[in-house]
């Protein structure tokens, strides 16, 4: 990985205005593999200028087709460099290789092509008959956008608010987080040789001030941010002070409920790399294994010896590697502070609870496992961010739903079941803005995706996710107004 020097300021590549710099820290040898400049203010104040510049410039004019053309034109060139995004996002955060190839990259190119074919069709401006004549109702670019995004996903993230932000016609500032400062120099290499009109992106790599400083920037009208409910409260409060609109993507506590019909031999292999996906640094992940008591004994052995064999490895690169180690020393703290909590609540550990005794070097945790948790434990009610489940007994269906809903969380969920029936039933019930039935993705990447309760606020994906970055205009026309082409409704 190559050291940069330049920032990504409003289409152009430009010095920072700063010397502050991030390391990019390999989460397995501990090394320095490059560094990158740090954004301060000044290239926060120079890339809203520019993104207000292009709102009033030519793209937000073009056509839907037109915008659909770049947004296309640029999925296709990430998957042209599919590998060495893989890669690079591998060296910054310790992803699996197998998962950063399918869930960081083909994932950010389906999401991009979902929002080009979405908005070739998408009723920009509909004519509607009003309570007392003929409206018109338009759909405009919300204005210039602020996406901010974690270390987790880090081009699928940008992707969330690429996608639409370019679909609207809304010019957008991105903040990467500091531990992945890397990917997006590929991604703006992209937006270059496509010739995005100037101004619609820039890339500015910093940590949580300058994130804020953005946030509060008089010159951003919209927000969209992932990344933990701690710091979306924050967001939300001051795009609240502030009258912004914002979306919110934020943590999880999903419960996967395995019900006493489940078939656990076809169903433990769709679940599992689920509850332990991308090393467990996934805001989807079924952490909490929600088991009928009838069937407990042989749930909790089967979810055991398939965590036992998880592969970990010291080499993410490796493709037989399942898990990794965790992106950085400070996330493996936090990691291990749960697992300690876990055992002194009286959680029974069966599987890891340790660093793997033959990687010394690295942020590694075993993939760990705890069975007879009670749900009032923190580790049932936090959110770990690592390779760490529990397991849950209920008692009847109706309490393995009020044990999934007794959560602060609303993210996502699953049910296992031979009776898809019942699994919807179970759905219905359960309040998480996401939920798979015997499903292993718990999400569709072109349907709506977000949080109900502290999970966050809105939803991606899908035209619930492209209104987010537009404002609704209604223009109210004289009666006798005829439009020019009498096919359209009015
Ligand atoms: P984080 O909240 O620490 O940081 C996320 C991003 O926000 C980073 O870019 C960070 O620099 C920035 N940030 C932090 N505080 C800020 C503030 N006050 N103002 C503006 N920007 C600020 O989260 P993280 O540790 O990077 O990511 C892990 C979290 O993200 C987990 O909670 C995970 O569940 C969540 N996540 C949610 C989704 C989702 O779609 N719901 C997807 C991925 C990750």
């Known amino acids: 990985m190559e050291s940069k020097d330049l920032l990504y300021v409003g289409g152009e590549w430009a010095r920072p205005s700063t010397t502050a710099t991030i390391d990019i820290i390999s989460p397995w040898t501990e090394e320095v593999l490059a560094t990158v400049p740090e954004a301060g203010e000044a290239d926060v104040d120079a890339a809203v200028a520019a993104a207000r510049e292009a709102l009033a410039g030519p793209y937000p004019r073009l056509t839907a087709d037109e915008r659909a053309e770049y947004i296309a034109k640029l999925s296709q060139g990430i998957g042209a460099r599919a590998q060495e ?35 070739r069709s998408f009723p920009f401006e509909e004519p509607r008959a009003g309570a007392l004549g003929p409206v018109l109702v338009r759909k405009e670019p919300v204005g210039v956008s602020a996406g901010i995004v974690p270390w987790n996903v880090p081009l699928f993230e940008i992707a969330c608010k690429l996608g639409p932000a370019l679909a609207a016609g809304s ?62 409260r924050k967001v939300a409060a001051i795009c609240g002070e502030q009258l912004k609109r914002v979306t919110l993507e934020l943590g999880g506590k999903s419960a996967a409920i395995i019900l006493d019909d489940a078939d656990l031999g076809a169903h433990l292999p769709l679940l599992m790399p689920s509850a332990l996906m991308n090393n467990g640094q996934a805001c989807v992940a079924q952490t909490r294994i929600l088991a009928p008591r ?58 890891g609870g340790g660093r793997p005794a033959d990687l010394p070097k690295g942020w590694f945790v075993e993939p760990t496992l705890f069975v007879d948790v009670d749900n009032k434990m923190t580790i049932a009610q936090e959110e770990i961010f690592g390779p760490v489940l529990a397991v849950i007994p209920y008692d009847d269906q109706d309490d393995a739903v009020r044990i999934a809903n007794d959560s602060d969380y609303g993210l996502s969920g699953s049910v296992w079941t031979t009776d898809v029936e019942r699994g919807i039933d179970v759905a219905r019930q359960v309040r998480t803005g996401t939920y798979g039935v015997n499903a292993m993705a718990t999400m569709d990447i072109h349907q709506p995706f977000g949080g109900f309760k502290a999970s966050g606020l809105g939803r991606e994906f899908g035209p619930e996710g492209l209104t987010a970055f537009l404002e609704t205009k209604t223009i109210v026309l004289p009666g006798d107004y005829h439009p020019p082409d009498p096919t359209l409704p009015l």
């Open 85 to 119: 995004f893989a890669e690079t996002i591998t060296a910054e955060n310790g992803s699996p290789a197998g998962w950063s190839l399918l869930g960081q990259v083909f994932s950010a190119t389906m999401i991009l092509d979902g929002y080009a074919n979405l908005i």
């Open 171 to 232: 010019p957008i500032v991105i903040k990467p987080s500091p531990e992945t400062a890397a990917d997006w120099y590929l991604l703006a290499e992209i937006i270059d040789q496509i010739e995005l009109p100037k101004g619609m992106v820039s890339f500015l790599p910093a940590g949580r001030e300058i994130g804020e400083y953005l946030v509060r920037h008089r010159g951003v009208d919209k927000v969209t941010f992932t990344g933990s409910t701690a710091a979306g």
């Open 294 to 351: 009838a069937r407990y004994d042989e749930v909790v052995d089967a979810v055991a010896d398939a965590v036992r064999n998880t592969s970990v490895g010291g080499d993410p690169t490796d493709p037989t590697v399942a898990v990794g180690p965790l992106v950085a020393e400070r996330q493996r703290d936090r990691v291990m502070g749960y697992i300690d909590k876990g055992r002194t609540e009286g959680a029974k550990l069966v599987v």
